[in-house]
Each structure stands twice: as C-alpha cells, then as structure tokens.
C-alpha cells in the first residue's frame, strides 16, 4: 500500500530476455509503444542449467567435474548477458534493472519470479515456433502464457 501524498506506486514490467533475436524485438517494441514513466523495468535472464544435466546418461556417465565446470561457465555466460541488457537499458536512456535468475526452467522461474515481484505485466519475445516443434521442445512464452496469473504480453518476432 503506498502513502496517498507520495502518488500511486510505480508499476512493474518485467521483459523477460534470452539472447534472442525475438527478445531483443519485445524489448524494442515495449519501449518504443508502451513504456512510460510509471513502469519500473526489470530485464530477467534465466541460466538455463537443465541443458548442462543432457551431458552423459546412465549408458554413458560424465564425471562431475565436467559439469560443474559447464555449470560455472553458463553462468559465466549469464552475467556477461546481463552486462550487455544493461547497457541496452543504458542506450534507451530508461532506468530499471537486470536480474539474472538460476533455475531448471525458465519458465517456471521467470513466473515465480515476477509473482515474487509483484510485476503489472510479463513481456516476452516469441521465436514463431510450429505447433509440433512447441509441443516437442517447449516454449518459455506459450509456458508463461498458461501458468501466469500477471497479464503477459508476448511480441511475435
């Protein structure tokens, strides 16, 4: 609840971003057709971890090491991501922040995440994945899409 002398609390919109080419066109078009002064912009990258756990099986065992060393090194990857969405919230001249998130899925996170936040609204690029291929590999919009209760606006690329 916010004092009534201070105004209304500014709102959060959390763009969430990949790397992609379909995340950097949500975050173009949010600040140039929505973004106004009463948003506060919070840019969330989530490490993705569950690709490093596909190295080796119960046929063919991996040595731990190897991936904690690919953990660390995606992580590594992450912050230099975050260093770059900084910059690009720099370049628009809009202030907000970057949050760099560590989970199993992405989705799954982002949502938690933005719940935790009390984000107004969700924006997320959309890669324009088939039917068949979404159903196969999944997607992080169509999963935050479904399992959000904060609007989501999703920019198809």
Known sequence: MTDAS????NRIAVVAMDGSEASEAALDFFVKNVYHEGFDVVLM????????????????????????HAYHEERKKGE????KLKAKLDTY????????????DPGHTIVQKCEELGAS???VGSRGLGAI?????????????????????????
């Open 45 to 68: 990258y989530c490490v993705h971890h569950r690709a490093q756990n596909t190295y080796g099986s119960v046929w063919m065992p991996v040595e731990p090491h190897l991936v904690v």
């Open 80 to 83: 230099e991501v975050c260093k």
């Open 121 to 123: 609204v969700i924006v």
């Open 6 to 9: 201070k105004g209304p609390a």
């Open 93 to 104: 001249k809009i202030g907000g922040q970057v949050i760099q998130l560590d989970g199993g």
């Open 133 to 157: 291929r979404r159903t196969l590999i999944g997607s992080v919009s169509d999963y935050i899409l479904h399992h959000s209760n904060i609007p989501v606006f999703i920019c198809k690329h």
